[in-house]
T-cell receptor, first 111, second 117 residues
Framework: LAKTTQPISMDSYEGQEVNITCSHN???????ITWYQQFPSQGPRFIIQ???TKVTNEVASLFIPADRKSSTLSLPRVSLSDTAVYYC????????????FGSGTRLQVQP | EPEVTQTPSHQVTQMGQEVILRCVPI?????FYWYRQILGQKVEFLVS????????KSEIFDDQFSVERPDGSNFTLKIRSTKLEDSAMYFC???????????????FGEGSWLTVV
């Protein structure tokens, strides 16, 4: 499984755009990049997944450069409720295999 | 949105007692999982279950643990003789990787907080 590296923590203010970058230098050809969000005392929640270029949904955007060795989760106009831990996961067949969570990035949004 | 439900939300048990954590996965899902998260630590994979058998398990999932799908809706995790270090939040999850936009998504429940004293 590809190892991922992401910042331990980030701070932001309401209304700002937040970009969290994840490094995955050893990503394999059949690996997808998936981001989960976890609020305190709750289970992780799927945010977005991509393979290459850019993916956007109602919650976030995911930017993946051509070499796929990194990815950036972009949260537009964050609010206090976006305060959570964000995990970057890399691996194949993510709907049928074990997920390996790292320490994630703890995002603190302030008013 | 459909959800994975877990019971109990919180259980306190004596060391050495057996515990059963229950989960109702999303109804059309085919893969079922248990994860745990010790307070302040990472979310750790325990076991996955497909087609009525274990498909993957981690080294945490030793002989003290077992899983079962006793009927068409429930999925349980049993800890035979609990230890203090089993205190954690246990998350059940499920997925349907056969097709559709959510085929790569694993849906997690809200968790069962187990405290072993």
């Amino acid at each position: 499984l590809a190892k991922t590296t992401q910042p331990i923590s980030m701070d932001s203010y309401e209304g700002q755009e937040v970009n969290i970058t994840c490094s995955h230098n050893n990503i394999a050809t059949n690996d997808y990049i998936t981001w989960y969000q976890q609020f305190p005392s709750q289970g992780p929640r799927f945010i977005i997944q991509g393979y290459k270029t850019k993916v956007t949904n109602e919650v976030a955007s995911l930017f993946i450069p051509a070499d796929r060795k990194s990815s950036t989760l972009s949260l537009p106009r964050v609010s206090l409720s976006d305060t959570a831990v964000y995990y970057c996961l890399v691996g194949p067949d993510t709907g049928r295999r074990a997920l390996t969570f790292g320490s994630g990035t703890r995002l603190q949004v302030q008013p | 949105e459909p959800e994975v439900t877990q019971t109990p939300s919180h259980q306190v048990t004596q060391m050495g007692q057996e515990v059963i954590l229950r989960c109702v996965p999303i109804s059309n899902h085919l893969y079922f999982y248990w994860y745990r998260q010790i307070l302040g630590q990472k979310v750790e994979f325990l076991v996955s279950f497909y087609n009525n058998e274990i498909s993957e398990k981690s080294e945490i999932f030793d002989d003290q643990f077992s899983v079962e799908r006793p009927d068409g809706s429930n999925f349980t995790l049993k800890i035979r003789s609990t230890k203090l270090e089993d205190s954690a939040m246990y998350f059940c999850a499920s997925s349907d990787p056969t097709g559709g936009p959510s085929r790569n998504t694993i849906y997690f429940g809200e968790g069962s907080w187990l405290t072993v004293v």
